[in-house]
């Protein structure tokens, strides 16, 4: 078939659904939805059997839907209508939510159900937790299911075929019903408690009713009476986009990133009122709850708002960036005290890095996980790496595993915290940018050179630029089904690249692949990543297992029955490629590159990330996606 991918941006799930849909062989091609007239163009041009929408902000036009059967992809389940889908389903705590696929037509979300898919919520999780990992698995399963459906020549789907779920909730269409109606059967989970986590609010779901997009008022924390977990889940509820609108000294911001104190600390400030700011770690600070204490690790402060695009009170702060508390709140927080923790550290208490070790003396693995928020490291991030990795070289073990994130293993430097150096007194995004790669190639470096022992990156959430070829350092790059990676620079403005991936790259898939997969710019399954050599395994069905079954592998690695003699091969091979060109020579020839990106005459670089964090507008699609351009 020929699909058209019809999407607000090239997002994890759209990029998900490109992979899926190519595997299978369809012809796709990408529009992203920017005007009707561009769309209406589009399919002129592509004449697709089927336009999908993965990813939409608003309705499709009649003259593209009235004639091309357009299939819309809705995050929540059939009758659920509008675009806080995912947010209302944290905020009532449903225990099972779903994926719909809908036909377009002139009301949004109220066309004909071609297909849906059911998923149980996983408590705890962020919005953004669950779009990338359960709302992607389960939106991959409805479409195929849909596309099943498709009848050529026919506005109509095919009579037979699957239209439920298989799992608790089911949805029929009985004979006679016009289309959009839907008859919703009640989930069997059933809890009669609202504010008990798992409890399904049925009721609060009408079918075919419109749900209006959640309100701050809704979000707004209560902190003389929310208890620490209502808190946490309304920041769930609204993580990525738009945040909780709070204030933090006195100053209006959006709240992110959210997690809970551990007990000890909560003892040290039980006399203090809710909401006071107590502490700072990393890039969060403490915050009391009625019963407890948060760290929050990311604000959008709203006065910070782009000059050239104010963000007008009511609207989500999109024009502003997303940085660490600590960061946007430097003066006041100098007043706090730190309180870090080690390392190498028990269960509860939360910060960034956290180091573990698994298994005997002599066949032991150090577990190193680095959960930047979003996968984006600053500076400071990549400092704190590279000296938890110098650290880790003093313990004993035979393998390294690099955990990275459980969103994301990296997406590289940190392109908000970048951009807010032009703020600075002194400072410029030219020369933030030039700090903070020098600080990821620190970290990287540590890894190519850490010979005495096995190093495994397993990504458990996606990987994107140089958050790839971070991954791409260690010996053996592990990722599970779910993963997406983009493994190239160039979608930033043209960036050249660092992180050594000149030499980490062809060292694996050899130079012509090398520059193929620079210049095609597409993201990869983790599949079709193994088949091309750029990771060694994929296993798991998603994030669930995996480090379950990274631990075992790696435990099996660290057995040493050839482990002495795999580790004087990885030495014997660092020295002759270190012969044949250092280390430092490729850091240099990356860096003149970059050097260029950051302070030379073409602008492309600044421009795209300016773009990138104030998420403005696209005004074309690229033509590496638009094949039908
Ligand atoms: N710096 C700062 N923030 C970043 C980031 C980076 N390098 N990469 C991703 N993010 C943020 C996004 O702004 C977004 O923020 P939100 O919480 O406000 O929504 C969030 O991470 C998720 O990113 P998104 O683009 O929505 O995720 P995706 O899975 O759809 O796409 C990528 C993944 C990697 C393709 C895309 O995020 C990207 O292109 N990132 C930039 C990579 C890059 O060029 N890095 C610098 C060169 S090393």
């Known amino acids: 078939m020929r699909i058209l991918l019809l999407s607000h941006s090239f997002n994890s799930l759209t990029q998900r659904l490109f992979g899926v849909l190519r595997a299978q062989g369809h012809v796709v091609s990408v529009e992203l939805d920017i005007a009707d007239a561009v769309t209406e163009e589009a399919v002129i041009l592509f004449k697709p059997d089927v336009v999908l929408a993965t990813f939409l902000k608003r309705r499709i036009s009649e003259a593209v839907w009235a004639r091309t059967v357009c299939l819309v992809v809705h995050p929540g389940i059939p009758g659920d209508r509008g675009p806080s889908a995912l947010d209302w389903a944290i905020h009532r705590g449903d225990a099972h939510w779903g994926v719909t696929v809908l036909q377009a037509v002139e009301d949004m979300d109220a066309g004909e159900m071609w297909a849906w898919e059911s998923f149980a919520m996983r408590p705890g999780a962020t919005k953004s937790s669950l779009y990338r990992r359960e709302v992607t698995h389960a939106a991959v399963q409805a479409v195929l299911r849909a596309l099943q459906r498709f009848m050529p020549g026919s506005l109509q789907p095919t009579a037979v075929g699957f239209l439920g779920s ?349 520059r193929a997969l620079m210049r095609e710019r597409l993201p990869l399954s983790a599949a079709d990543a193994v088949s091309r050599g750029l990771l060694d395994a994929c296993f798991g069905e998603g994030a669930k297992d995996f480090g379950a079954l990274v631990l075992e592998h790696s435990l099996a690695l660290a057995a040493p029955h050839n482990l002495a003699q795999r580790l004087a091969q990885k030495q014997a091979q660092r020295e002759q490629d270190e012969a044949h060109k250092p280390l430092a020579d490729y850091r240099v020839e990356e860096l003149q590159r970059m050097h260029r990106n950051f302070y030379g005459l073409d602008p492309s670089y600044h421009v795209a990330r300016h773009h990138f964090v104030y998420r403005k507008p696209h005004a074309w699609t690229p033509r590496h996606l638009a094949i039908h351009r």
């Open 166 to 514: 298989d799992s608790n909730m089911t949805a029929q269409r009985p004979e006679g019903l016009p289309n959009g109606q839907i008859i919703l059967a009640k989930p069997k989970v059933q809890d009669s408690d609202p504010n008990k986590p798992g409890h399904t609010n049925s009721a609060a779901i009408t079918p075919g009713t419109w749900n209006p997009p959640m309100r701050q008022e809704i979000r707004r924390i209560n902190w003389p009476s929310d208890t620490t977990q209502t808190i946490l889940q309304k920041i769930a509820a609204a993580d990525g986009s738009p945040g909780v609108l709070d204030a933090l000294f006195n100053h209006p911001c959006r709240l992110f990133d959210a997690h809970p104190a551990s007990a000890q600390i909560i003892a040290v400030f039980s006399e203090s009122e809710p909401g006071t700011v107590l502490a700072r770690r990393g890039p969060a600070l403490l915050r009391r709850t009625v019963d407890g204490a948060i760290w929050i690790g990311h604000v959008r402060k709203e006065d910070d708002a782009t000059p050239t695009q104010p963000t007008p009170p009511q609207s989500p702060a999109v024009n502003v960036l997303k940085l660490a508390a600590n960061r946007v709140f430097a003066t006041q927080s100098t007043a706090l005290p730190e309180l870090p923790v080690p390392l190498m550290r028990e269960d509860g208490q939360w910060d960034e890095l956290r180091y573990r070790e698994f298994g005997p003396a002599g066949a032991c693995v150090g577990w190193l996980d680095f959960e930047f928020h979003n996968g984006a490291m600053s500076e400071r991030q990549c400092l704190r790496l590279r000296d938890a990795l110098r650290w880790v070289r003093t313990r004993s073990t035979q393998v390294l595993v690099l955990a990275g994130g459980q969103e994301f293993f990296s997406n590289g430097i940190h392109l908000h915290d970048i951009e807010a150096a032009q703020r600075v007194a002194g400072d410029s995004a030219a020369d933030a940018s030039w700090r903070t790669i020098n600080a990821m190639d620190d970290a990287a470096l540590e890894v190519l050179t850490l010979t005495d022992r096995i190093t495994v990156a397993a990504l458990h959430g996606n990987a994107g630029a140089g958050g790839c070829f971070l991954a791409l350092a260690a010996d053996v790059v592990w990722a599970h089904a779910g993963v997406i990676l983009n493994p190239h620079y160039k979608n930033m403005g043209n960036l050249y690249g660092s992180e050594y991936w000149t030499y980490s790259l062809p060292r694996r898939i050899g130079e012509a692949a090398s």
